[in-house]
């Protein structure tokens, strides 16, 4: 495969950008978690994306392949996920006892971050259609490239273990992993500048 031409979404593209996450992410193990019935995960998780990494949007930040088949969400150092959007989400979409466990995930993942000014990647999605091809490794290394010319950390939390593979080939390594009761886990991994 050709290695796919990688491009800032426009911010009117923003919810076809969401819509190849929620394809990439409709069997992820925490996601599936807090929303395991399909119809509420379809209603809910855009507004998940647009929490935990909407901002990536407005800094620019938020990068597809031109035919919509990969994209990530990136924040740049000293920019978070909206707490308050996530809390609200949360709180009035997820059940008990994942609802109580969720917050806790979500607070041990801001203690994990690290304190060096980092970039942090909030999503990293290719449709399951074409998944396995390289998309998701280009991705990457567009991204790293432009990271590493600024001498700044990666962070992200990978939350299926079949991905840490791919992050440790590019350079992530394992901080530690986060599981709260009956959650699935999710790791959270650093990259050193290069």
């Known amino acids: 495969m050709d ?23 409709s069997s992820d193990p925490i996601m599936r978690w807090l929303w395991p019935e399909p119809h509420e995960y379809v209603r809910h998780f855009p507004t998940f994306v647009r929490g935990f990494g909407g901002r990536a949007f407005e800094h620019g930040a938020a990068y597809v392949t031109d035919d919509f088949r990969g ?10 996920a909206d707490g ?12 008990e006892p994942a609802r109580s466990e969720a917050f806790s995930i979500l607070e041990q993942i801001g203690a994990a971050h690290p304190e060096a000014p980092h ?16 998309i998701g490794a280009a ?6 490239a432009r990271i590493d010319e600024q001498r700044l950390h ?13 992050y440790r080939r590019h350079g992530f390594e394992v901080i530690r992993e986060i599981r709260v009761g009956g959650s699935p886990p999710v ?7 290069r």
Not at 187 to 193: A, S
């Open 84 to 95: 308050d959007a996530l809390e609200t989400l949360v709180t009035e979409t997820v059940a």
């Open 154 to 166: 990666s962070y992200l939390e990978s939350s299926n273990p079949a991905n840490i593979s791919l």
């Open 119 to 134: 970039w942090h990647l909030a999503f990293l999605g290719v449709d399951p259609t074409q998944q396995g091809k390289g």
């Open 139 to 144: 991705l990457l290394r567009d991204a790293l």
């Open 3 to 25: 290695t796919p031409k990688i491009r800032i979404v426009d911010r009117a593209e923003a919810p076809r950008a969401v819509s190849v996450q929620m394809m990439a992410f």
């Open 71 to 80: 994209g990530s969400l990136w924040l740049p150092p000293g920019i978070g």
């Open 187 to 193: 790791t959270p991994m650093l990259r050193l500048p």
